[in-house]
Structure formats: structure tokens, C-alpha cells
């Protein structure tokens, strides 16, 4: 068994965030010792390693306490998994081409200034007063 501070270190995350995840409902409550302490098993470090990951990949807390559900439940068909997958890789591709276009923006703005013109005309505060 581990102590709070043990597993978070194994995990490679502090204290406080496994503290987080517990209060969020992604890992179990841990049995304590008899001087209180929570004790976890070595299990919870792969948990955590497997919500840290899903965060990497995009996915919220949410869209992880259903796939931790899904992990649990052996029944479940892995074209499940792979829907959700496939719906959070479409929101990051669109999350990508938004990204672009603020890129493209700013890009044209930032060629539109002039450096040294001072703040009484710049083309940036300009633009972001426009309504367009």
C-alpha cells in the first residue's frame, strides 16, 4: 500500500491533483490506516497514468470518468472506445482550424502595423474595436 504522497510520485503528479481526482470521483476513496491516513494500492498509479494521458489526448474530466467506466466494464466493445475517439479527434480538428484562422488574423494584422507609428493609430487596436 501507498501513502497519498508515494503513489502521486510514482504517477509523476503532486499530491494535490491526486487529492483532485478523488474529489472529482476518478479514483476510489482509499481505505485509511488506523492513524488515518488514506493507504493506495499500486493500482491507482496506472489509473492516474491513465487519466494524465486522456488530459494529453484532449479528453475532460467527464469524458474520462466515462472512459475509466468503460475500462472497468470488460463487456464493453471496443467500437465504443473508439466513437469517443473519434468525436474528441474531431473537435481537435476543428479546434485546429479555429486556431488557424486566429493565426491567419493576427498574422495580417501584424503585418498591417506599422512598428514606431505610436498608439494614436494602430491598425491592431483598430481591428479589435471593429464589430466585424
Known sequence: MLTTSQAASRAGVNPQT???YLKRGLLAPPPRST???RRYSPEVVRRI????RSQQLG???QEIKQLLELRANPEVP???VRRRAMEKL???EQ???SLRKIRSSLRELVERCRAGSGPAYCPILESLEDET
Open 35 to 37: 492513524s488515518g491516513y
Open 90 to 92: 474531431a473537435d481537435v
Open 95 to 97: 479546434r485546429i482550424l
Open 18 to 20: 491526486l487529492r483532485y
Open 78 to 80: 471496443c467500437d465504443d
Open 59 to 61: 479528453f475532460t474530466l
Open 49 to 52: 497514468r491513465f487519466i494524465r
